[in-house]
Every structure is written in structure tokens, then in C-alpha cells.
């Protein structure tokens, strides 16, 4: 059995207290730092967090002698939970670079989606990808997602658009979950664009969902939430909470793309309908924000799409001060948001939605991890909780956000075992 005891951390940010609610408002900025900070590992569990010494006695009252304890020497480091992705498009096939200097050139992303390009272009070539050649694409965006810190995301379908290819692309996520380090949570997301051959019957569509996939998705054990693009020209407000309706009454937990590129009323759905997160929120309306708040739904914001499609961030400011717990990802997708830089996506939040550096860690992890229904294992730093977490080459947290462009994780730990 496998133990471990890493010491001297510069700052320990334990961000205690996951299990229980998200973080909204001033406890977003308590991070549970821990000055000369140490953790004792063993096998995949946390068993103590604390000073050196409080953790070196703890250890001893469990471990007898430290034979067979292996150290580690963190001194002038900075250590904190895994970061957590809430939100990637993880399994697909190909890219989409020729889209940029179309919208550059004054396309717009609906514009786009609706002349048969966009998602519907990737999902061309996600159906014609044999699982072999997704698994190896999304392997190595979780390569890169591990060396930015990340051991766990959440992965969506929706690029599939038939039963065939959603399950192809759910069961290549459940593959990899089980052979690649990063911990996977899947979302089943037949709901991200209507298909070509149902371009004139998007009802018909929405039937197939909520009638032959979501029942598949169920029995197969492929997926816990169910996420909807609610949008113009798109899915309706309707026709979203159709299929979240079904979903949920079949056992998954619902999510929502909502308001990312015009205001539908994607927050008050997901408010309503009693979503998990409400993930973009560009748009969302001051009613949606406080129906967020009052039904304690996470938001989960993606930095780097804004950035990506040149469109104004979403308000977290707005969102933190009105009592939405509020989570970040990266969106990863080939379309808004090609990237693995959770990282980069911590500074954008700071620089473009007037966040705290305080507040961007929590929202990478403790929330993050809220978002995915996670919390009872991951997202702090606590005796009982999964061993993840990442040691950065930093002298104290605020370099995460101040030194920017750059990747400073020096190791990752994933269920106990160093990985990076
Ligand atoms: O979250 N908005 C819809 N889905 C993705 C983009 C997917 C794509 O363009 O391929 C998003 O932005
Ligand atoms: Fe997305």
C-alpha cells in the first residue's frame, strides 16, 4: 500500500468544506490556507492536512514507524486540490481552424452552425471516426489537460446527433475514463444541434431524444446529466426543458447550455427545471441571475469561449454579489474554445469578469466540483477525500492569476499517485 507524506508547502490551499454547499459570495475568497503545509497520503485517500507537524503526528498514530512512507519535499511550493473541469466537449474528431478567418471576416458562430458548418461539420466527421480514432483524439487533449493541473472532467456528447454515434462517442468517454488518469464524468448531449436529416422536423428530433436515446443512455450507464444548447435556432426554451424533463424522470441530472449567445431565458430554465449548473451566462437577464441564486444553481462560465468568439465575458462579478455559486472551465470543443488551459482560463476570469484570485481557484475546484456532483470526493483538500492534487512552482496563489501564459504545475497527483 502506497503512502505517502508531502511537506513544507509554502501556502496548502485545503479549500475545506466541499462536501457541503457550493461556495457563493465572500466564502468564495476562503481558500483554508495552510501556512508550511504538509498532506499524508494513503493509497487513493487523503488521511491528514495540516502543518508538518500536525500532519507528521497524525501519520505516526496510523503508520507506527515511517518504513515504507515515501516524502516528498514541497518547501516554497504552493499545493492545492486537482483542478476540475465542469464543462469540455472531450470526444470529437478533427478541427475547425478554417472557421476563424470566416468569422474574422464577419461570419458569426449561428451563422455558421446554420449554413451546415460548426457543430454539424464536426459532427460529420465524428461519425465517420471509428472509436480507436476519437479515443486517441480526445487522449491527447487529456494529456494536455492533465499538464494544466486538471485530474477530472466533465465530457459531453453532441457530436454524434443519432443513437449510433452518441453512444459511440459516450462509450469511447467511458473507455478512456478507465484507462487514462484524468477521472471522467460523462453528459449525454444529443441536444447540441439538430441534425441534418432533421432539419425540417426538429420535433421529430426532439422525440428521438427524449424516446430511444435518453432510455439507451439510462440502461446503458453511459452518462449522469443531460445538457441542452438552448438557442435561437437551435433548441427552443420548449423544447429544452422537454428534454430535460424526460431526462430527468429517467434519471439523469439536467444542465444547460443557456443565454450564451442571445438572451432565451436559458437561466430561469435551468432555475425552474432544478438544473445542477447553467453553464455561458454571457447573456443571462438580472431575473435569471436571481432565479440562479435562490435555487443555489451553479454557473458555470467559460472564459474562453468569450474570448474565442470575440463576444463580452459573462458578468461573474454580478453573478458572485448576487449569491450565484460560480465554477469556470475551459469549454473545450473545436468550435468556441479550442484549448486545455484551465490556467489561462483563471486569468481571463480575473482580467475580464472582475473576479478574485481567491474566487477563480475556488470556482476550479470546490465549485467546480459542485457543478459535476462531485463534492463528497473531490475539490478540497480533506482527511477521507480522493488523493488529487497539484503542486505549482509558485511562492504564493496569486501568481496562478499574475503570472500569465505560462504553466507553473510542477507535479499532479491523481488518486494518490503522481501522474505528472
Ligand atoms: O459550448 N454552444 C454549443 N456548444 C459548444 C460549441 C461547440 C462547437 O462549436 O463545436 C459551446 O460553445
Ligand atoms: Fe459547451
Not at 464536426?122 to 487529456?142: F, H, M
Not at 432510455?215 to 429544452?240: I, N
Request: aromatic share 6%.
Amino acid at each position: 500500500m502506497e503512502k505517502w507524506l508531502i511537506t513544507g508547502a509554502n501556502q496548502l490551499l485545503t479549500l475545506q468544506g466541499a462536501g457541503k454547499h457550493p461556495k457563493t459570495g465572500k466564502a468564495m475568497n476562503d481558500l483554508g490556507i495552510i501556512e508550511d503545509g504538509a498532506v499524508a497520503v494513503e493509497k487513493d485517500t487523503i488521511i491528514a492536512v495540516g502543518t508538518r507537524n500536525e500532519v507528521e503526528s497524525e501519520a505516526r498514530k496510523r503508520w507506527g514507524s515511517w518504513e515504507k512512507v515515501n516524502h516528498w519535499d514541497a518547501t516554497g511550493k504552493v499545493i492545492m486540490p486537482g483542478l476540475i473541469d465542469p464543462h469540455t466537449h472531450l470526444v470529437y474528431a478533427g478541427s475547425r481552424e478554417d472557421e476563424l478567418n470566416m468569422r474574422l471576416n464577419g461570419k458569426t458562430y449561428l451563422e455558421i452552425l446554420e449554413a451546415g458548418g460548426g457543430i454539424l461539420s464536426t459532427t460529420q466527421r465524428t461519425r465517420a471516426a471509428s472509436a480507436d480514432e476519437l479515443a486517441e483524439q480526445a487522449k491527447a487533449r487529456l494529456d494536455r489537460f492533465l499538464k494544466n493541473g486538471v485530474t477530472t472532467v466533465e465530457a459531453k456528447s453532441g457530436y454524434g446527433l443519432s443513437l449510433e454515434h452518441e453512444l459511440k462517442q459516450l462509450r469511447v468517454a467511458k473507455r478512456l475514463n478507465e484507462e487514462h488518469p484524468v477521472e471522467i464524468v460523462s453528459t449525454f448531449m444529443g441536444a447540441h444541434a439538430i441534425p441534418k436529416e432533421y432539419q425540417q422536423q426538429p420535433d421529430a428530433y426532439v422525440r428521438l431524444i427524449t424516446d430511444e436515446m435518453i432510455p439507451r443512455v439510462v440502461s446503458e450507464h453511459l452518462a449522469e446529466f443531460c445538457d441542452v444548447f438552448c438557442e435561437r435556432g437551435v433548441f427552443t426554451v420548449g423544447q429544452s426543458e422537454m428534454i430535460l424533463r424526460a431526462a430527468k424522470a429517467a434519471g439523469l441530472i439536467p444542465k444547460i447550455h443557456a443565454d450564451e449567445i442571445e438572451p432565451t431565458g436559458g437561466a430561469e430554465l435551468a432555475a425552474r427545471i432544478g438544473a445542477i449548473s447553467a453553464d455561458h451566462l454571457l447573456k443571462a437577464s438580472d431575473e435569471g441571475i436571481r432565479a440562479l441564486a435562490k435555487a443555489k444553481v451553479v454557473a458555470v462560465l467559460l472564459p474562453g469561449t468569450a474570448f474565442f468568439l470575440m463576444a463580452p465575458f459573462a458578468d461573474g462579478r454580478k453573478m458572485i454579489d448576487a449569491g450565484v455559486p460560480v465554477a469556470l472551465s475551459t469549454d473545450c470543443n473545436p468550435g468556441s474554445s479550442p484549448t486545455e488551459s484551465l490556467l489561462l482560463m483563471m486569468n481571463l476570469a480575473c482580467f475580464h469578469m472582475k473576479m478574485t484570485p481567491a474566487e477563480v481557484i475556488t470556482a476550479v475546484t470546490v465549485n467546480a466540483a459542485h457543478a459535476i456532483g462531485r463534492a463528497d470526493r473531490i475539490g478540497s483538500l480533506e482527511p477521507g477525500k480522493q488523493a488529487d492534487l497539484v503542486v505549482f512552482d509558485v511562492p504564493n496563489y496569486l501568481h496562478l492569476t499574475y503570472h500569465y501564459g505560462s504553466n507553473d504545475v510542477e507535479r499532479v497527483m491523481k488518486k494518490g499517485k503522481w501522474v505528472v
